[in-house]
């Protein structure tokens, strides 16, 4: 069974008409609010796309004290775990391109190596894949384990399995245009476009459990593994809007991989690499328009004259006041609660006499009683001294822990505003906010919310932004195909100083 974990994949870019430009804009004053994927890919693709004399001068504006918003690491018995965005998927161009220009060595696997799956329905496992093979056998062991596991799944799932498959493969080869060369991949001012060009705007206007339906899965698929994996990589049920469905389904492809040392060196690179002028624990409490320029007011009481300003953070949770007011549909977002433990589950609590029984991924059905979405094994420290992972939609109190676990020796809890509340039809907010220089990146995430959708829905608003200002292309780039990045080996780089464990 390969990986479920978190998906991040590829979405849309591209093209708008001609817009009127700004008589003289200052290429010195582009500020853009948020230091995670969106920022960190917006700030370096405005600077590799635009001409370096004179290039644009970058500030970025981050509340907290680390860069890379959702990405974060946890260190547990001296091992680094991804406590946000986790996995990266095989065909997320942009980001491979990022890790590969920046220096930053893979992790395969990601961050979730396990392959002995187990479905839970709060009483017992309904189903199981087969307990792994020790380390160290043989190639043709595991390649026929691997075996055995797949006609399992074939036993109890039938030709929906395939029909899942074809499902996903047909949304993957949509998102893949937005990869083609810049004379056939337009700029878009507004969601709703960028997803129509591509053929996906459908699926973002019913539920994924509709759309499988009509792919011809049977309800028992439907109920167990599709709902494991929407439950782990979006905390959500098969009710989601089929786009974000059809992402989260592509996390069961195998080749996903990580960032050895943490996902968030991707937006601590782009945001080097870019020569952005970092403002780390600043947040911006407003956002006025002063007619030529805006003015961005911190919490440190400082005031900033942007002419361009890039919102690259959702605004659902955040305090920022617009003036004049912005006018964006609500959204809700989901939180995941992550949990890691260091300690030993209880057999007990799984119906289980041993702990050598408990699969390493537990995945959970949609039903009320069951208090978490998924638990699985990060590090096996010895024999009964583990280090877990748990996704939940509310906090794990130490009470329920007690009866999970027979020993507990580290518990750390993140609650992270990790994604929308996916909820067919979905409504976007426009990307320019106020019909002139205030852009909106995190609008695209009502569609599906993965780093590599946060890193093309940058570039799309990047493009945006030099297609309505006097910003010169640099040099070298032709409509006809998409620019090598320009872009500097970061690796191991200033190690101590960016570290962002939480």
Not at 85 to 90: F, K, L, M, Q
Not at 417 to 422: F, K, N, R, T, V
Request: aromatic share 8%.
């Amino acid at each position: 069974m390969p990986p479920l974990f978190l998906l991040l994949l590829p979405v849309l870019l591209l093209v708008h008409p001609p817009f009127p430009q700004a008589a003289a804009a200052a290429a010195e004053d582009i500020c853009i609010v948020g230091s995670g994927i969106s920022g960190a890919s917006t700030a370096f693709f405005l600077t590799n796309y635009t001409a370096p004399d004179p290039a644009p001068q970058l500030r970025v504006f981050e509340r907290r004290d680390r860069v890379g918003g959702r990405l974060a690491t946890v260190t547990v018995a001296g091992e680094v775990f991804e406590a946000g965005g986790s996995i990266i998927h095989p065909r997320n161009l942009h980001v491979r391109r990022f890790a590969d220009l920046l220096g930053l060595a893979a992790k395969t696997g990601g961050d979730n190596d396990e392959d002995w799956l187990g479905i839970w329905d709060g009483a017992r496992f309904v189903f199981k894949t087969l307990r792994p093979p020790p380390p160290g056998s043989s190639w043709l062991r595991r390649k026929l384990h691997g075996l055995a596991n797949s006609l399992l799944l074939l036993r109890r799932y039938g030709l929906s399995l395939l029909r899942m498959d074809s499902f996903v493969q047909e949304m993957l080869q949509k998102f893949m245009l937005y990869y083609n060369g810049f004379e056939s991949r337009p700029v878009f001012d507004n969601v709703e476009e960028m997803l129509k060009w591509s053929g996906l705007y459908g699926l973002t206007r019913r539920t994924l459990e509709d759309e499988l339906i009509d792919a011809g899965l049977n309800t028992q698929t439907i109920s167990e593994l599709v709902t494991v994996i929407t439950r782990i990589n979006y905390g959500q049920s098969t009710s989601i809007s089929g786009l974000a469905g059809a992402v989260s389904l592509a996390g069961s492809e195998s080749g996903l991989w990580s960032i050895k040392g943490g996902n968030w060196q991707l937006a601590a690179g782009l945001l080097k690499t870019a020569n952005a002028s970092l403002h780390l624990q600043e947040g911006i409490e407003s956002i006025s328009d002063a007619g030529d320029y805006y003015v961005l007011k911190s919490n440190k009481g400082h005031e900033y004259n942007c002419t361009v300003t890039v919102v690259a953070t959702p605004l659902d949770e955040v305090n920022i006041t617009f003036i004049p007011p912005i006018s964006i549909p609500p959204r809700k977002m989901q939180h995941t609660h992550t949990t890691f433990v260091r300690g030993l589950l209880d057999p007990k609590f799984f119906g289980l006499s041993s702990v050598s029984d408990i699969p390493e991924l537990i995945g959970t059905m949609e039903l009320p009683d069951i208090p978490f979405s998924c638990i699985s094994v990060r590090k096996k420290h010895g024999e009964h001294d583990m280090t877990y992972k748990i996704f939940s939609r509310a906090k794990l109190e130490d009470a329920l822990l007690d009866q999970m676990f027979s020993t507990r020796e580290e518990t750390i809890r993140i609650d992270w505003p990790a994604y929308p509340h996916y909820q067919a039809p979905e409504d976007f907010a426009p990307i320019i906010l106020d019909g002139r220089h205030l852009y909106y990146v995190n609008t695209f995430e009502s569609a599906a919310s993965a780093m590599e959708t946060g890193a093309v829905a940058a570039e799309n608003v990047a493009r945006l932004i030099i297609s309505r200002l006097p910003l010169g292309l640099r040099a070298g780039l032709s409509a006809a195909a998409a620019p090598e990045p320009h872009i500097e080996s970061f690796a191991g780089e200033e190690e101590g100083s960016q570290r962002v464990d939480l």
